[in-house]
């Protein structure tokens, strides 16, 4: 579905994105990846495929968006894929959050969104494929969840933008908006809403969390990736500015 197409997932060293980038890579994309810790990116670039181009880079810096840009100019020209994904999840209680607290999840998840696409315009293709990682978040209210949830309120009013301002260009921008999926996310979760949870605890706060979903259970990274693969492809040729709800009906029921 990718053959010949070059594929940057930011983030793409653990959960969604990593899960996104294999079936990218499966599918015949040239996949760049990139993340903060060089130890997950090596191990998730050995896992992946050795072609893999694996980028240190922080989306809460503009130089290093900017570096992993022109990186990514040099060795393949240009870009036809861009999955915005990086981002960070913790509840932020109205009466106790701290404006440090605030600012890192707007920073990470949206202004980081917003530059790491600034970041790559230049190199992205006529025609290519722009897709951020929104959250079922974005429409219902759920309680500690405030800053998360407008994070995530912003990145889908963001896929409506992008793709009025990229239309000229035919560069399509669409969302994809998981639900509660088990990946090393909610583990910082769970720890921002109980501190010093332990491992046990943790198991049966996620068990809990499944019994509130429609389906019955939490949803797997790679149910994330085929969606994230189908928007990434010609197949969603015809859809611009939507977002695509994988959520085992947790915000639609
Ligand atoms: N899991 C869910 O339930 C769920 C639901 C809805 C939406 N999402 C969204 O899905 C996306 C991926 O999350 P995940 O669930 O796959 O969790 P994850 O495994 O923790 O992945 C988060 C990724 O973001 C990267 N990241 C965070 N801050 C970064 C920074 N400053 N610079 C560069 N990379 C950074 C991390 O890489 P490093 O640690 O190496 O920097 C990591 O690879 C997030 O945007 C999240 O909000 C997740």
Redesign the pocket.
Known sequence: MLKGKTALI??????????AAKLMHANGAQVVI????PG??ESARKEIGEDVLALQ?????RE?LLAMTARIKESFGGLDVFFA?????YVTPLATTTEEAYDTLMD??VK?VFFSLQAVEPILRDGASVIL?????NQVGVPGRAV?SA??AAVRSFARTFSAELLARRIRVNAV??????????R??GQSEHPGQSDAEFKDYLAGAAKLIPIGR??R?DE?ASAVLFLASDASSYMLGSELVVDGGFGQL
């Open positions: 930011t983030g793409g060293a653990s959960g969604i994105g990593l899960a990139t993340g903060r810790d997950k990116l880079a922080d989306v809460l810096s290093s994904n990086a981002g960070v999840a990470t998840n980081s990682n929104t959250a079922w978040l998360l994070t995530k908006s998981p639900g509660l999926i088990d990946t090393p996310i909610l910082g979760v939490l949803g990274a994330i």
